[in-house]
């Protein structure tokens, strides 16, 4: 049979739990409010889509197609190709030599 001291611990364990359940409980509303309302305040702080201004261009209307019309004398573009007077030389390096106190001897192997 359990004695006065069993119910007077088994009321205080009752509590303390209870006490730590409601705590957590309470933390779980503040935290989800706070990431509510950031959510919010992301939203809120988005800008508006641009609109652009309609362009004159809209208004025309297309060339009129001329069957056996003109074709373009121009000829097509070539890809480049570099000039004879490079192709032999040797290009310039960026940075000029290290001087003599910044070089290392070579490693030795082993």
């Known amino acids: 049979m359990p004695g006065p001291d069993d119910k007077r611990r088994l009321k205080l364990d009752l509590t303390i739990a209870g006490s730590l359940f409601a705590a957590g409980?309470?933390?779980?509303?503040?935290?989800?409010?706070?990431?509510?309302?950031?959510?919010?305040?992301?939203?809120?702080?988005?800008?508006?889509?641009?609109?652009?201004?309609?362009?004159d261009e809209?208004?025309?209307?297309?060339?009129?197609?001329?069957?056996?019309?003109?074709?373009?004398?121009?000829?097509?573009?070539?890809?480049a190709r570099p000039e004879p007077q490079t192709q032999g030389t040797a290009t310039k390096p960026a940075l000029p030599p290290a001087p003599a106190e910044k070089i290392a001897p070579p490693i030795e192997k082993k």
């Open 25 to 55: 409980v309470v933390v779980s509303v503040m935290s989800l409010a706070q990431i509510r309302a950031e959510s919010r305040a992301e939203l809120a702080q988005a800008t508006q889509p641009l609109q652009g201004t309609p362009s």
């Open 58 to 79: 809209q208004d025309k209307t297309p060339a009129e197609a001329k069957p056996g019309g003109d074709r373009p004398t121009t000829p097509a573009p070539e890809p």
